[in-house]
C-alpha cells in the first residue's frame, strides 16, 4: 500500500532519472538523442538567429493577454515542465520495471520528435510575445539568460507537458497494475490525475510569466490533436475550459482567454482538413505569417 502523496508524486528532480537512463545502453543512448534534439530543434535556432538574423521574429501577442497580470511567482512552476516528463519516465520505470524497457524507449522517441517537430517551425520563423525586460528574480535571469524568447509556436511547454500526461496514462492503462510495484488500478489513475493537473498548472504559468501568448497555448492544442488522436475534440475543451479554473474572480477574461484559445485551435483544425496535403505545419505558419502583415 502506497500513500496518496506518494501516488500523486510527479517530481523526482534529475538525478533519479538520469541513474535509470544511465542503467541500461539503450535507454542511456535514447536519451542523449533527446538532448541532443533539444540542442538542434530549440536553443541553437534561437541563439543562431540572435546573433545572425537568419529568419523573421513574428510577435504573436493576442490584446488579451494584457489581461493576465504578469506575477513572477508562477516561475518556479514554468520551469518544472522537464522534471515533469523525466519523473513520469522514472515512475514507469521503477513501477514497472524493466521489462518495459520497449515503452520507455518509445517514450523517449516520442520526446525527441516533439523537440523535432516544433523545431520545423522554428527553423522556419520565429515567434515571441512581449514579456518583461527586467529580472525579477533570480529564476527569470536565468530565463532570459537560457532562453532568447524567439520559439513561441508551438509551445514546446504545453505539447511536453500534456504528451507526458497522454503517453503516460496510456502505458499505464494498457499494462494495468499486474506486476506494478506497491501501485493498484486506482493508485496508478490517480497519479495519472496528477499529471493532469501538472499541465494544467504549467499551462498556466506560461500565460503568467508571459513567456507565452493564448496565442501560443490555441496552436499548440491544435498540434497536439493531430499528433494524439486519443487527445480529441472532447479533451481539449475539457482541458481548456479547466484553465484559470481557481482564478475566475481575479481574472475577468478568464472565459474570452479561454475562447481564444479554442477559437485559434479550431481555425487551425479548419484549414487542416481543407487542405491536409500542405500537411500540418502550414496552418500554423499561415497563422504565424497573418502577424507579420
Avoid at 524507449?105 to 520528435?113: C, E, F, K, P, T
Avoid at 532570459?144 to 511536453?160: E, F, G, Q, R
Avoid at 475534440?233 to 484559470?244: E, G, P
Wanted: aromatic share 12%.
Amino acid at each position: 500500500m502506497v500513500s496518496t502523496k506518494r501516488a500523486r508524486q510527479t517530481n523526482f528532480g534529475y538525478m533519479r532519472p538520469i541513474a535509470l537512463a544511465l542503467s541500461r545502453p539503450s535507454l542511456a543512448a535514447h536519451a542523449l538523442l533527446v538532448v541532443i534534439e533539444a540542442f538542434r530543434s530549440f536553443f541553437l535556432p534561437q541563439f543562431e538567429n540572435a546573433l545572425l538574423r537568419r529568419r523573421p521574429v513574428v510577435n504573436v501577442d493576442h490584446p488579451l493577454d494584457e489581461s493576465i497580470a504578469f506575477d513572477p511567482g508562477y516561475m518556479k512552476k514554468y520551469m518544472e515542465f522537464i522534471r515533469l516528463w523525466m519523473g513520469s519516465f522514472y515512475r514507469l520505470g521503477s513501477v514497472y520495471g524493466y521489462r518495459i524497457v520497449p515503452e520507455l524507449l518509445d517514450y523517449v522517441d516520442s520526446i525527441r520528435s516533439l523537440y523535432a517537430e516544433a523545431g520545423s517551425v522554428y527553423k522556419t520563423v520565429h515567434t515571441t510575445t512581449t514579456r518583461p525586460s527586467k529580472n525579477i528574480n533570480l529564476r527569470f535571469a536565468l530565463i532570459h539568460a537560457l532562453d532568447p524568447h524567439l520559439d513561441c509556436v508551438p509551445s514546446l511547454h504545453v505539447i511536453l507537458v500534456l504528451a507526458n500526461w497522454l503517453m503516460s496514462s496510456e502505458i499505464t492503462a494498457r499494462l494495468g497494475a499486474e506486476g506494478a510495484k506497491g501501485f493498484d488500478q486506482a493508485r496508478l489513475e490517480l497519479w495519472a490525475e496528477s499529471l493532469y493537473a501538472e499541465a494544467l498548472a504549467i499551462t498556466e504559468s506560461v500565460l503568467f510569466v508571459k513567456q507565452h501568448s493564448v496565442n501560443c497555448v490555441g496552436a499548440s492544442l491544435y498540434y497536439l490533436k493531430l499528433r494524439f488522436p486519443a487527445f480529441g475534440d472532447a479533451q481539449a475543451r475539457a482541458f481548456v475550459d479547466s484553465l484559470f479554473a481557481s482564478h475566475n474572480g481575479s481574472l475577468p477574461t478568464a472565459q474570452k482567454l479561454r475562447d481564444v484559445i479554442l477559437e485559434v485551435c479550431d481555425k487551425m483544425e479548419k484549414s487542416h482538413r481543407q487542405r491536409p496535403e500542405l500537411g500540418w505545419r502550414a496552418p500554423i505558419l499561415e497563422f504565424i505569417d497573418s502577424f507579420a502583415l
